[in-house]
Nanobody, 127 residues
Framework: QMQLVESGGGLVQAGASLRLSCVAS????????IGWFRQAPGKEREFVAA????????DYADSVKGRFTISRDNGKNTVWLQMNSLKPEDTAVYSC????????????????????WGQGTQVTVSS
């Protein structure tokens, strides 16, 4: 079993930045690809970003490309999501998820591909 704990959410104004953290425990973190997803009220969960187990491959949703950056430090069992130029439409609960990748560049976009999930952290962007 792997436990994931997110932090770093909050209430900010449009144009501000936040950095979310996802700290893992319980399994060999360096073997897992990590994804960030978000879910706004009344909407389905959507893919935000993913990073492979080595950190050499990343993938982003078009809506956040150029504004968000995903990174990881396997020595700290941590993945970060740096969010810049935040918009009101970025308001959602952000969750990280983990899956043991079958190959090196594995960065899945489907939530059903992930095995372990955190509880989420709220991000609210005011206009």
């Amino acid at each position: 079993q792997m436990q994931l704990v997110e932090s770093g959410g909050g209430l900010v104004q449009a144009g501000a930045s936040l950095r979310l953290s996802c700290v893992a425990s319980g399994r060999t973190f360096s073997s897992y690809s990590i994804g960030w997803f978000r879910q706004a009220p009344g909407k389905e969960r959507e893919f935000v970003a993913a990073i492979n187990w080595g950190g050499s491959s990343t993938d982003y949703a078009d809506s956040v490309k150029g504004r968000f950056t995903i990174s990881r430090d396997n020595g700290k069992n941590t993945v970060w999501l740096q969010m810049n130029s935040l918009k009101p439409e970025d308001t959602a609960v952000y969750s990280c998820a983990a899956v043991d990748g079958p190959y090196r560049d594995y960065t899945p976009r489907r939530s059903s591909d992930y095995r372990f999930w955190g509880q989420g952290t709220q991000v609210t962007v005011s206009s």
